[in-house]
């Protein structure tokens, strides 16, 4: 097969957020919920991977498997444990990731704020509060104050559209509605609030004043650290599914305007690039939503190699901001690690396809995610990572699907 050169400086990489890998982040928000009676949490994040304390060696292994990026989250909760206390030592220890990342000679890709708020932030009225928008510029602007100078890329605010893209598409199912709505009220009660007040961005922000929040707060952040340095690149992600139309389907079509192409207008054309985030297709008939049974990855969501040109085009297509993918992935233990390597060949090969074909412009692939990680509402039952983590004594295994793709990186192709 022909060689396919990607675009030189093209960032290859593999991404992780700050609660989902850290420990111990008893500040935010998640890890309040995680704990309330009902919780629709399956376990404790606890200790997590540890990469608060084990950065070095995590950096040292992605750059002996040969990626040239890394996107990792700073925590709001530890920068900013009370408000507008913001924590030096933190932002120093988010400094020396930055420091070792640039000489191992990995371009960190920083995300100010993956789905976890501090408490604090959720007891004050949350996503829902017309004051957000300002102390998530406030935080970000301390951020870039201290990391600015070395951190060239940088994602305000990680997948806006997750918490209304869930709800559509129907995605919580069985007991999870229940429990958020039991966690929402013990957390109400807690705060002495209504329910209404306490609205964590994960999963409750799918109402359009939440909605309009986090667009503001994207802009404010965006001309924040524009103020300080115009080479950063600032961008936001988006989870985007590749919607396909069958037969015409009005369903479909709610879902492309509202949980695409409406963040992609209103936060992805706000900044210097959008962040594609993308895992799966999903299939319309007239009838709605067509069941498929074959080719599904661990969580069940069909695995297709044309999904990621597709969102990346589209992305393009509406906001002509360059593109950086800062996700991509699926959920496979050690048995399906190869054909975790063969879906993601294919639809590199697909992107290129697209890049050359619709000219799109790409700057970088990270996938998801770098380690077996904290997955959210499943606990540590999702296995994202290219790299096994063994959960007791927190020793890193890298699956051959690291080496498959830190491969690619090297050859800056395949
Ligand atoms: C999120 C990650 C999550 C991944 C896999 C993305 O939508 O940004 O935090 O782990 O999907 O479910």
Redesign the pocket.
């Known amino acids: 097969m022909t060689k396919l050169s990607f675009p030189k400086d093209f960032l290859w990489g593999v991404a992780t ?1 700050a609660h ?1 890998v850290e420990g111990n982040n008893i500040n935010s928000d998640a890890w309040l919920m995680e704990q309330l009676p009902g919780t629709m949490y399956e376990e404790l994040s606890g200790d997590a991977c540890d990469f608060y304390h084990l950065y070095r060696e995590d950096i040292d292994l992605i750059s002996e498997l040969g990626f040239n990026s890394f996107r990792l989250g700073v925590e709001w909760g530890r920068i900013e444990p009370t408000p507008g206390q913001f924590s030096k030592s933190e932002l120093d220890h988010y400094s020396r990731i930055v420091d070792y990342c640039l000489e191992k000679g990995i371009v960190p890709v920083i995300t100010l704020q ?2 976890t708020s501090p408490i604090w932030l959720i007891s004050e009225g949350g996503w829902r509060s017309p004051d957000t928008p300002k102390k998530f510029a406030r935080y970000s602007k301390k951020v870039m104050e201290v990391l600015g100078d070395r951190v060239k890329w940088v994602c305000t605010i ?2 806006s559209n ?1 918490p209304l893209q869930l709800t559509i598409n129907g995605l919580l199912t069985g007991d999870i509605n229940p429990a958020i709505e039991r966690a929402t009220n013990e957390a109400a009660k807690y705060f002495f609030i209504s329910p209404e007040e306490f609205s964590p961005f994960f999963p409750n922000a799918t109402d359009e004043k939440s909605i309009e929040n986090l667009i503001e707060a994207h802009k404010l952040a965006v001309e924040e650290i524009h103020s300080l340095n115009m080479d950063i690149n600032v961008g936001v ?1 988006l ?1 985007l599914q590749n919607i396909v139309e069958l037969e015409p389907c009005q369903d479909a079509k709610d879902v492309k305007e509202n949980i695409n192409k409406r963040f992609l207008r209103d936060m992805g054309r706000i900044g210097d690039f959008v962040g594609v ?1 993308n ?1 799966t297709t999903i299939k319309y008939n007239s009838k709605g939503k067509v069941e498929e049974r074959e080719n599904l990855s661990d ?1 069940g969501v069909v695995l297709d190699p044309v999904s990621l040109a597709e969102t990346c085009k589209l992305a393009y297509e509406i906001t002509k901001k360059p593109i950086l993918i800062t ?1 991509h ?1 699926v ?1 496979f233990g050690d048995e399906k690690d190869p054909i975790r390597i063969k879906f993601v060949e294919d639809s590199l090969r697909e992107l290129y396809r697209s890049m050359d074909e619709d000219k799109i412009d790409v700057r970088g692939y990270m996938h ?2 770098f380690l077996d ?1 904290f ?2 509402f499943r606990g540590y039952n ?1 296995q ?1 990572g290219l790299v096994k983590v063994d959960r007791t004594t927190q020793v890193r295994t890298p699956r051959p699907s690291a080496h498959a793709l830190g491969k690619i990186s090297k050859d800056n192709g395949l």
């Open positions: 957020a989902q993956h789905f990680n997948e997750t992600t989870s985030q895992y969580a996700e992935g959920d998801w995610s990680n997955e959210w999702g994202f």
